[in-house]
């Protein structure tokens, strides 16, 4: 009788342990993404003005993910485009592009088809209460690039390309 209880707790134990392990690996990632991703910048594409700012969050849409047609075939869900970054890091696609032979100034992006859309990043950027007039200029999206042609949003710049803000250069 008395097993039951130490075999429960045995199992809260484990259960504990698999959701710290997970957590951990999880924020390693973002980490690596981080510190060994490549800056592209992604101009940002016009947003209903309306709609840009609604509380601690400003509303994002590439010019790039607009600048793709709609999948040539349904299902679809995602594309891995070939940009070419110019001097100052901004991503610009390159038309025809072949994903596996790319040439020394080309990178991958991938993007994805959902809701009736292109989607290449985030569709929000969050900051600090009281913040929102700075970003009002946010002309770029700042991403740490990996090979794979995946992204993560690490801040916005302006239309000089300066940071807007802090970007936090780790977790």
């Given at each position: 009788?008395?097993?039951?209880?130490?075999?429960?707790?045995?199992g809260?134990?484990?259960?504990?342990?698999?959701?710290l392990?997970?957590?951990?690996v999880t924020?390693?990632?973002?980490?690596?993404?981080?510190?060994?991703?490549?800056t592209?910048?992604?101009?940002?594409?016009?947003v209903?003005p309306r709609?840009?700012?609604?509380g601690?969050?400003?509303r994002?849409?590439?010019?790039?993910?607009?600048q793709?047609?709609s999948?040539?075939?349904?299902?679809?869900a995602?594309?891995?485009?070939v940009?070419?970054?110019?001097?100052?890091?901004?991503?610009?696609?390159?038309?025809?592009?072949?994903?596996?032979?790319?040439?020394?100034d080309?990178?991958?992006l991938?993007?994805r088809?959902q809701?009736?859309q292109w989607?290449?990043?985030?569709d929000?950027?969050?900051f600090?209460?009281?913040t929102a007039?700075?970003?009002?200029?946010?002309?770029?999206?700042?991403?740490?690039?990996?090979?794979?042609?995946?992204?993560?949003?690490?801040?916005?710049?302006?239309?000089a390309?300066?940071?807007i803000?802090?970007?936090?250069p780790?977790?």
């Amino acid at each position: 009788a008395w097993e039951y209880p130490l075999m429960r707790r045995l199992g809260f134990l484990l259960t504990g342990l698999a959701i710290l392990v997970g957590i951990n690996v999880t924020v390693w990632r973002f980490e690596h993404a981080m510190s060994s991703g490549e800056t592209v910048l992604l101009e940002l594409a016009p947003v209903d003005p309306r709609s840009l700012m609604q509380g601690d969050y400003m509303r994002l849409s590439y010019a790039l993910a607009h600048q793709l047609g709609s999948p040539h075939q349904e299902g679809a869900a995602t594309q891995t485009l070939v940009i070419r970054l110019d001097e100052q890091q901004v991503a610009q696609r390159v038309e025809g592009g072949t994903p596996d032979a790319l040439a020394p100034d080309q990178r991958l992006l991938q993007a994805r088809w959902q809701q009736g859309q292109w989607w290449i990043g985030p569709d929000a950027f969050f900051f600090e209460e009281g913040t929102a007039a700075q970003y009002e200029q946010a002309r770029y999206g700042e991403f740490r690039l990996q090979a794979d042609g995946a992204t993560l949003l690490v801040g916005l710049r302006d239309e000089a390309l300066k940071p807007i803000g802090h970007t936090r250069p780790a977790w």
